[in-house]
């Protein structure tokens, strides 16, 4: 045929094509068939049930905690299940004016001079591999972790910046007796902190870390025990190994292709990047026997000079999750960019590993031969991304791209249902479904999309979070709720592991600036200090006047000397940018320089009584003399 | 006259039986719970405090509910209508009542070591005189803390009386005032004397009776 007559084919085509799509936009319906409905459930009485399965009346308790993580927000918000009501929220790596958090001086030096957090993983305090209730440890993406004390529900205690640690993703998965909490590198850089090197160094000058922080078995306290150093993958998720394979923690990353720029496209080349399984029993072993180098001031160990502590294992493609069933014989690997989630069995790990099974090395860190390890492909559907777990061997698989969760069983690898999530789950927590017993009742999908699912707020949307029941064969979502942003992972507790105190015993307060009786009140002067002790009490701030000298270093100290439940009092200091709350039983102080003259304002911020608007006084700044 | 009394004397004289001597030391017995019980109750319920608050008058303490904490609370409750404090301390009930029961306790084992009739008839005078006494004492007390408020209290209320026995409804507080295992163990005390001083009444009687009988 000659060209013309090509061109003109290929016109005609082109044309038909148009108007073919123009009439399928015109008779397309206006919702795809399946699934018109915008969800929910079924039927009248369907609705009825689920309805019945969430309400808790007025005044009735939930039955679970959720902790959810908070995202960049740096808090963590708390939800009762099955109810999905916000409870309460807990500020971590930001400040909170509503609880005064990040404004007195403690609070403020925990802090440093970051204002913000990005919590991603919350990981409850473990014994046994059960939730013990006693402390919740949470991420953050600046190189930190933090511990919530569950008995009043505070942050306690947060560590980091971690030397050589960039971009804590894969971070604060604690082990099943509580030993440690985990933290990785996501994002590698040239390593100690502040060495500079070019982008086309990437693949030999930039190095992950893998950090176990030791946990005070008694207080909580965390600090620094180890650091491994690997190649610059991108440390994504973790899970501590547990009964069978307790002593083992597992990382699973992606670009271990070591590329650089574009990483959407240049690290999604590989077929299948790593799960990095470490004895971490060993680690400590090697640590405490003085191995490794220093780095940045902390002993960091190098697998290639200290081999046999950390092993890869091929999971494809660009792994998410790594979840361990709660028997602990099989490690779960998400792979975010296929069809399919891939199970590994620990016995076969550890035979590869004794056999030597090796088919490379990266950086002196064997490679096990994938087919000897796997023991199933399971086909969950598109982008699975997390797993949790039931009663008898359900695992629960988060879909990113298909929107779904997939329920599977563990040894028949057979999908037996699927629920769709509105929209694009991301994380999904079940009720203590990361344990070694889980509840199997309840499931939450953390949903990263809710797409008009709400009265509308403008274009900053509410992420959503689905409550899912999972106590029998079909999954039924029974809830809908709208969660600030941004939870990624969460954990739930049986509510009844957890005793919160509801006052500070006076008894119990130690602090040194504390008074009790008002006699005590008062100010007093050394040179240029002042110190102010202040009692906060139905419905006086006393003293009610505070005389300064312009230039003066002030500390204020609050004690509310309140023991009833829920009377917390404020301390809001007009423009002096002060804001504190003091809980019943509680002291807290706060330090400024008085350098305005003039006359202040303070005044109660936290309503307490019928005479909470009388509970005001003045700080008076004599202007500096000459 | 002169007969009048030689009878009364006589009638006060006379010795009392074993049953009238055993409910005697009965009676002492059960002195013992004022020590140990509270005497009286008092719990407040507001919407605030749907668990309510509680307060307990022993003879020589007060307690308050949630250990110690709810008297706190109501003291707190109180200075805005510009009450005084509720305090162990202000009360001089609780120095004299735990003297005045063990005086009495022995004056009640005193009787049937004695057993003549006058004893028994001095011990219940003086213990329904006491028992009338204290009811009256906690009763001016109330009054005193409705009535006693300070002129420049935030909250102007009306002088009132606290409950003394059932309920009653102070502004948002619904509250109850009722007697405790220590007044009722008081109360039986009353009852147990009564019942000694009857049958020791009514063998003086007959004997008195039988005496004129025989002389008649």
């Known amino acids: ?626 | 006259m002169k007969a009048i009394f030689e009878r009364g004397n006589r009638f006060l004289a006379q010795p009392l039986e074993a049953g009238p001597r055993l409910l005697l030391l009965v009676a002492a017995l059960l002195l013992v719970p004022t020590y140990l019980a509270p005497l009286w109750k008092m719990t407040m319920f507001a919407p605030q405090y749907p668990e309510g608050l509680r307060l307990e008058i022993y003879s020589y303490k007060l307690e308050g509910g949630n250990g110690g904490q709810d008297v706190k609370e109501i003291n707190l409750l109180n200075h805005y209508i510009g009450m005084k404090d509720l305090s162990t301390a202000e009360f001089t009930e609780f120095k004299w009542i735990p003297f005045v029961v063990g005086m009495l306790a022995l004056l009640i084992l005193r009787a049937p070591v004695q057993g003549r009739m006058g004893d028994l008839i001095d011990v219940f005078v003086l213990y329904v005189y006491f028992g009338l006494f204290s009811l009256w004492s906690f009763g001016y007390k109330l009054y005193a803390y409705g009535h006693d408020l300070a002129p420049t209290a935030s909250v102007k209320v009306a002088p009132f009386m606290p409950p003394l026995f059932g309920h009653k409804k102070l502004a948002n507080f619904e509250v109850y005032s009722y007697p405790a295992a220590g007044s009722y163990a008081l109360a039986a005390v009353t009852v147990v004397l009564f019942v000694a001083l009857v049958l020791a009444w009514r063998e003086a009687r007959s004997e008195e009776a039988q005496e004129a009988r025989s002389a008649g």
């Open chain 1, 1 to 626: 045929m000659s060209s013309p007559s090509k061109k003109f084919i290929t016109l005609g085509a082109a044309a038909v094509f148009a108007i073919l799509i123009a009439l399928a936009g015109r008779c397309a319906p206006s919702a795809p068939k399946a699934g018109a409905k915008k969800g929910g459930p079924a039927g009248a009485s369907d609705m009825a049930v689920a309805a019945g399965k969430v309400y808790v009346a007025p005044g009735d308790l939930d039955e679970y905690y959720m902790f959810a993580s908070g995202g960049h927000s740096g808090n963590v918000y708390v939800y009762g299940i099955p109810s999905m009501r916000h409870l309460s929220t807990i500020p971590v790596y930001t400040p909170y004016p509503a609880t005064g958090y990040g404004f007195d001086d403690e609070s403020k030096a925990m802090l440093g001079n970051l204002t913000w957090g990005d919590v991603h993983h919350p990981s409850l305090s473990e014994t046994n591999g059960d939730y013990d209730g006693r402390w919740l440890f949470v991420n953050d993406m600046n190189g930190r972790v933090a511990r919530v004390d569950l008995r009043d529900f505070k942050t306690k205690q947060i560590l980091g910046p971690i030397a050589n640690l960039s971009g804590n993703h894969g971070s604060a998965f604690v082990t099943p007796n509580t030993e440690y909490s985990m933290m990785a590198s996501r994002f590698s850089i040239p390593i100690p902190k502040g060495t500079a090197a070019g982008i086309e160094d990437y693949a030999t000058k930039y190095k992950g870390v893998l950090v176990g922080i030791k946990i005070d078995p008694r207080s909580g306290e965390m600090s620094l025990g180890w650091e491994i150093m690997t190649p610059p993958f991108d440390w994504d998720l973790g899970d501590a190994g547990k009964k069978a394979s307790d002593g083992w923690m597992f990382w699973s990353c992606y670009n271990s292709e070591r590329a650089t720029g574009k990483l959407e496209v240049t690290a999604s080349q590989r077929d299948r990047d790593y799960i990095a399984a470490v004895d971490w029993r060993a680690v400590e072993k090697a640590v405490a026997e003085g191995k490794g180098d220093l780095i940045g001031g902390v002993r960091v160990i190098d697998p290639k000079k200290v081999p046999g502590l950390v092993y890869l294992i091929p999971c494809g493609k660009s792994p998410h999750g790594v979840d361990v069933s709660p028997d602990g014989k099989y490690i779960v690997g998400s792979g975010k960019l296929q069809g399919v989630t891939t199970v590994f069995n620990f016995e076969k790990i550890q035979t590869a590993i004794r056999n030597k099974d090796f088919t490379g090395d990266e950086d002196g860190i064997p490679i096990l031969k994938y087919e000897s390890v796997k023991d199933a492909e399971v086909p969950v559907g598109l982008g699975p991304l997390h797993t949790q777990f039931g009663l008898n061997g359900e695992c629960y698989t988060s879909l990113f791209v298909d929107s779904a969760i997939a329920k599977w069983k563990l040894g028949t690898w057979e999908v037996i249902d699927k629920v769709p999530m509105s929209y694009s789950i991301g994380h999904l927590a079940a009720a203590e479904g990361d344990t070694v017993s889980p509840d199997g009742m309840y499931l939450v999908g953390l949903n990263k999309l809710s797409h008009g699912r709400h009265l509308s707020v403008g274009p900053s949307q509410p992420e959503s979070s689905q409550l899912v029941d999972i106590s029998e064969e079909k999954m039924k979502i029974l809830y809908d709720a709208f969660t600030e942003p941004e939870p990624h992972y969460a954990q739930i507790i049986k509510a009844d592991k957890l005793k919160p105190i509801e006052v500070y015993l006076k008894d119990e307060n130690k602090h040194p600036l504390a008074i009790w009786d008002l006699k005590d009140a008062g100010v007093t002067r050394k040179g240029n200090d002042v110190l102010a002790k202040v009692i906060l009490v139905r419905s006086t701030i006393s003293p009610t006047a505070i005389e300064v000298e312009q230039g003066d270093t002030v500390q204020v100290a609050l004690t509310n000397i309140e023991q009833t439940t829920d009377e917390l009092h404020g301390f809001g200091l007009l423009d002096y940018n002060i804001n504190i709350v003091v809980d019943p039983g509680e002291t807290k102080t706060v330090t400024f320089k008085a350098d305005k003259p003039g006359v202040f304002p303070y005044y109660c911020t936290n309503f307490c009584s019928a005479l909470h608007q009388e509970m005001q006084g003045y700080l008076i700044v004599k202007p500096r003399k000459g």
